[in-house]
């Protein structure tokens, strides 16, 4: 079955998705995106995701297209064509078509909307079965990391690094602290099972993922701080994992090629992986 675009208001066959060189996404990378899973045929937490989607747009001065229903409406309509039971749908937003100069174009310009689906595997993935490995990176990325802007070089380039490293993602570090992952939010366990995590600030994005799962951690009377770690705690941790829409709850056994723990993913991280994906099979985190 031929995959579908949502391009502009309209259903488009895959082949037909054609977007306008002087789109101000591809000229200046002037635009927000926004990912949510699809778990048994069902979007998971959305109405969190397109949050975040509006929070962004208003951001960068992009006036959101749609409402959270008709964006909700849209991504199960997209998904339904598509036939997708577990995988991603992608949302992209830019200030749209106008001739190169960098001041915004012309009051009333229409934004470009685009939105695709990805099948791929969430329950069961091997990965999160084995755990991962990841490398740290420096942090080349600009002030305003809150708002997820489709400018992703910087994340391009640590990604890069770490696919020719073999492992699965890159923790970037600022003044010698994890900020986050090339596309996650980085979480450990101290050895006296305490979850740390970064706080919230312009340094690092609000993970949609990242919401749920230290909710489900306090649910499991956890200890929650909320802090800056260096790379030196991370490698002394007793568990570590990373979290986005994708991955989920990730487990990371290895860091810069040091074992972490056992070297072999963690109980209270398999446990957060569990307790979320039941909850996203049974429709608790489809929240539209």
Not at 121 to 127: C, S, T
Not at 197 to 215: D, E, F, H, K, Y
Request: proline fraction near 6%; include cysteine.
């Amino acid at each position: 079955m031929s995959r579908t675009v949502f391009l502009n208001g309209d259903f488009v066959p895959f082949e037909e998705a054609r977007i306008p060189v002087m789109d101000r996404g591809f000229l200046f990378a002037d635009g927000i995106y926004e990912v949510a899973a699809i778990i048994d045929g069902k979007l998971v937490d959305e109405v969190a995701h397109l949050a975040r989607l509006d929070r962004s747009l208003r951001a960068i001065e992009i006036a959101n297209p749609y409402t959270s229903e008709e964006w909700i409406a849209l991504m199960r309509e997209l998904a339904a064509r598509d036939e997708v039971r577990e995988g991603l749908v992608y949302i992209e937003v830019t200030r749209g078509v106008a001739e190169r100069d960098f001041p915004f174009p012309p009051e009333g310009t229409p934004p470009t909307v685009v939105m695709f689906t990805q099948a791929k595997r969430i329950l069961g993935a091997p990965a999160a079965e084995k755990g991962v490995a990841v490398i740290t990176v420096p942090d080349l990325r600009w002030k305003r990391r809150d708002i997820k802007s489709v400018a992703l070089l910087a994340q391009v380039l640590a990604k890069q690094e770490a696919a020719r490293a073999g492992v699965s993602e890159a923790w970037m570090v600022e003044d010698g602290h994890v900020t986050e992952g090339g596309s996650s939010t980085a979480f450990i366990i101290t050895p006296d099972d305490r979850l740390v995590t970064r706080p919230l600030s312009n340094a690092v994005l609000p993970g949609i993922t990242r919401i749920a799962v230290m909710q489900l951690a306090r649910e499991m009377q956890l200890t929650i701080e909320e802090r800056l770690f260096t790379v030196e705690e991370a490698l002394c941790a007793r568990e570590a994992f990373y979290t986005s829409a994708s991955a989920i709850v990730m487990p990371v056994v290895t860091i810069d090629g040091k074992a972490i723990g056992d070297g072999s993913p963690g109980p209270m991280t398999k446990r957060l992986r569990e307790v979320y994906l039941a909850l996203a099979r049974d429709g608790a985190l489809a929240s539209g």
